[in-house]
């Protein structure tokens, strides 16, 4: 139905489209972790992450519906060990309205592609425990669990 999405690299230099991405991104959290702690700040955080820490050479790419982005997906490359490099997971998002049509798994096969023509050696990726969709789309696309992660409430 809606396979005329398109996929193209986030337009930086259009900053009503950057700030979309950073305010649904600073959001991701919310739904799994009452607790965090999100204000306005947090869109203005993630604006500044994005435009700083996310270089050319990373993969920050948009699913975009009649010049509307409809999910976005980021990988930036992290040194992993000697001589290794690896592509780390920032972010992925779908617009809740176009939600199971393959958009995710369209950007997460499209960054593996990137990966490869890196030459990178590995993706990494963390899931909060209250996100089984995310962690399922993994399993699906051959991500392993290789360690665990966690945290202590002070
Ligand atoms: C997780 C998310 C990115 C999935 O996006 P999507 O475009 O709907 O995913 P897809 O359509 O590619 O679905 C891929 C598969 O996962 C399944 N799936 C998607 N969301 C799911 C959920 N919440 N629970 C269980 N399965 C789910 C789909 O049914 C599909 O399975 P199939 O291949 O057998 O048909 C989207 O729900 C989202 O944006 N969530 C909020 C942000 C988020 O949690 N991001 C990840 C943390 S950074």
Not at 111 to 132: C, F, G, R
Request: cysteine-free; aromatic content about 12%.
């Amino acid at each position: 139905m809606h396979s005329e999405f398109q996929y193209r690299n986030i337009n930086k230099d259009n900053a009503d489209e950057l700030k979309f991405v950073a305010e649904q991104d600073s959001r991701i959290p919310l739904q799994y972790d009452p607790s965090f702690p999100w204000n306005e700040d947090s869109i203005t955080g993630r604006l500044n992450y994005f435009s700083k820490e996310i270089k050319d050479d990373d993969f920050f790419e948009v699913a975009v519906l009649e010049n509307k982005v409809v999910g976005f997906h980021v990988v930036k490359k992290v040194p992993y060990a000697q001589d290794i490099f690896a592509g780390t997971i920032i972010t992925l998002w779908t617009h809740p309205e176009f939600r199971g049509k393959g958009i995710a798994t369209n950007l997460k096969l499209r960054a593996e592609t990137w990966a490869k023509s890196q030459k990178l050696t590995y993706l990494l990726t963390n899931v909060h425990v209250k996100n089984p969709g995310m962690f399922s789309i993994n399993k699906k696309l051959g991500f392993e669990v290789v360690q665990y992660s966690l945290r202590k409430p002070l």
